[in-house]
């Protein structure tokens, strides 16, 4: 094949997998903003299949895009940012799966709450908080991957922080309340669960990040271990 053709092959490819990943990121997005809006009411039943549905979608997409780029892969040889680009991607569809994953289970355990009888907790607005700063962290990445522009994740460890404070705050206020009696202790710990996904979600915007940044720059930037 002529390199001409060649490489308007490659650039075509590589098109079509931006909108691929454009679409896999809206969806997983889309479930943490529904996953985060069901913690303060009850979801109904087509509510709640509803982030299922988007759960298996996000799923298939991911299958999809995974064959995509290794089918870029051995048809076109890709070098340097271009094969960067592809194996950045097979790597976010692998964080995007798990955000939908953790949006899955927030609904669950939302439903297991309210199945027990129990309101909504007066401090579900921590938890509600949290979700919108994982799905800024998380609108953030995507956008840097989009664009190929780093700057915007190179700080995003400061937004995880933040979700970090609040992970903590809720697990020792929960604890407490479950020790006081003020609060039953399956119900507790279900928003401990809720909690723990939150921050799972907000590691892998961070996670994102750090793939990004190697994307446009060909680094891997220093990964902070978490205790």
Known sequence: MPEQVERKALSEGLAHLNES????????????????????????????????????????????????????????????????????????????????????????????????????????????????????????????????????VLNINEADNAVDDLHDRVFTDMVDQMAGRSIAPDVGAEYILINRYFERISDHAVSIGYHVTYMVTGRRPSRAHKS
């Open 21 to 152: 990943m454009r679409t896999l990121a809206e969806r997983s997005e889309l479930a943490i903003r529904k996953a985060t809006g069901y913690l303060e009411r009850t979801p109904t039943p087509g509510e709640a299949e509803e982030v299922f549905t988007i759960d298996r979608d996000i799923y298939d997409l991911r299958n999809e895009i995974m064959k995509e780029c290794v089918d870029l892969i051995a048809l076109h040889a890709p070098v340097a940012r271009d094969l960067r680009t592809i194996t950045t991607s097979m790597e976010i569809t692998t964080d995007l799966d798990r955000i939908g994953r953790y949006s899955k289970d927030i609904v669950e355990a939302a439903q297991r709450i309210s199945a027990g009888g129990n309101a909504a907790h007066p401090r579900v607005e921590m938890l509600v908080r949290m979700g919108g700063l994982t799905i800024g962290m998380v609108d953030t990445a995507i956008q840097a991957f989009l664009n190929r522009d780093a700057a915007p």
